[in-house]
């Protein structure tokens, strides 16, 4: 009866030391993983709670992906607009200087004297002797082609290898080339210039090709986008918005497009200013000027100096509006994304706060309190110690001990 009742006290402390093995051998693993199990069956009824809290964690990492990379891409694009806008005002401020009381063209007055009209001294002026334009008309035009490559390659800005402004065709060049537009502004220059040429347009008509963009059958000769060099999708209007997702429920639309009004008036001005066709102003004659002689190059259309004065004037007035009306349009551009980034800087606050909260609850199901535990296990440690002690007091016992 002693040896089996010893051999059950065995076994039964036996059980007892896996029990507090295995016990020591949790808390060793909360100590130093600060987790309450390596497996989520081991939190029982919280486990639920502990799944749908890391969903939400995880989605929350995907809505900040999502805003960050919005966020630095709007900040690429306002980089690029703001420079564009400065470049833009600079021009601007070239046509403001230009004065109109100024001549800007070298050389003496070619005045008419009708031979018809012997008795009358003719004093009206028709042109000039030289077709040489002045250091105001050089410097602005010279500041036109220099920024055009520019102002191309900010409308082309990319991030990584995105296009900022092609809307959600991101992966292709929004603005492909300007060549077409500079041969289609020096041939219209040359028409407005030329009135004896049957492809002659007026000075009204000139303007309005340079304005509008769609062409019409009042208005055929439009500078359209495919004429200023975009690609096919934005021609089309084929190039989407571009939105980031903030949560569940939200959009953020932070779109600006290479062919807004802004960017396409600017780039229709820099073609009209640094046209090869643009000077002179006026007629140029050779002298000495005999009545109806041909100029040898021509000028603004108008019979009279001051009519091709005025002529190139109303253009060139009409130019300097397109500017001062692009520099609204991306004073306007930049004004919608800097509220889309306000939006996003207020979905990343909220992120953060939920990301928090999701944070709170997976700790309070999963964590454990590390001085509770170390506590525990030097409680568990000890009594191991103790039970070790005590077995291997009973494994030395037997039946020789009792005799």
Not at 99 to 112: C, L, N, P, T, V
Not at 267 to 290: G, M, Q, R
Not at 318 to 347: H, P, Y
């Amino acid at each position: 009866m002693t040896g089996i009742s010893t051999l059950g006290q065995a076994l039964d402390q036996i059980e007892r030391l896996k029990s507090q093995q295995g016990n020591f051998d949790l808390l060793s693993y909360q100590l130093s993983s600060g987790k309450k199990t390596d497996k989520f069956s081991g939190l029982g009824s919280e486990l639920l709670t502990s799944k749908r809290a890391r969903a939400s964690f995880q989605s929350l990492e995907v809505y900040k992906t999502n805003i960050d990379l919005a966020d630095n891409r709007i900040e690429q694009s306002l980089t690029a607009l703001r420079e564009f806008r400065v470049q833009t005002e600079k021009l601007r401020d070239f046509l403001l200087n230009f004065s109109e009381e100024s001549a800007h063209q070298e050389g003496d007055f070619i005045r008419q004297d009708d031979p018809l009209t012997p008795a009358v001294t003719e004093t009206t002026p028709i042109g000039y002797s030289s077709g040489e334009m002045d250091i105001d008309f050089q410097t602005m035009a010279n500041y036109a082609k220099n920024i055009e490559g520019f102002l191309i390659d900010l409308i082309n800005r990319q991030e990584e290898d995105r296009y900022l402004f092609s809307g959600s065709d991101t992966l292709n060049k929004p603005l492909v080339s300007t060549a077409t537009l500079t041969a289609t502004m020096e041939t219209s220059i040359a028409n407005w210039k030329n009135e004896a040429s049957p492809s002659n347009i007026t000075t009204a008509e000139f303007i309005a090709d340079m304005r509008e963009r769609v062409a019409t059958i009042t208005n055929p000769d439009a500078f359209t986008d495919t004429i200023v060099g975009y690609n096919p999708t934005m021609t089309s209007g084929g190039a989407g918005n571009v939105y980031a997702r903030i949560d569940a429920n939200s959009e953020v639309d932070y779109t600006s497009l290479a062919n807004n009004q802004g960017f396409r008036d600017v780039l229709v001005a820099v073609s009209f200013l640094k046209s090869e066709n643009l000077p002179p102003i006026a007629d140029v004659y050779a002298e000495p000027y005999t009545f109806g002689d041909a100029p040898i190059e021509e000028g603004a259309p108008g019979a009279t100096l001051d009519e091709q004065r005025n002529a190139f004037f109303e253009v060139f007035n009409a130019v300097e509006s397109m500017i001062t009306g692009a520099l609204k349009n991306i004073d306007k551009e930049i004004q919608n994304l800097e509220l889309a980034r306000v939006r996003l800087d207020d979905a990343a606050n909220t992120n953060r706060q939920q990301q928090e909260i999701a944070k709170s609850i997976i700790s309070d199901v999963e964590d454990v309190d590390l001085n509770e535990v170390a506590v525990k296990l030097t409680s568990v440690q000890t009594s191991l110690d103790a039970s070790y002690r005590i077995t291997a007091m009973m494994t030395e016992m037997s039946l020789v001990n009792f005799i």
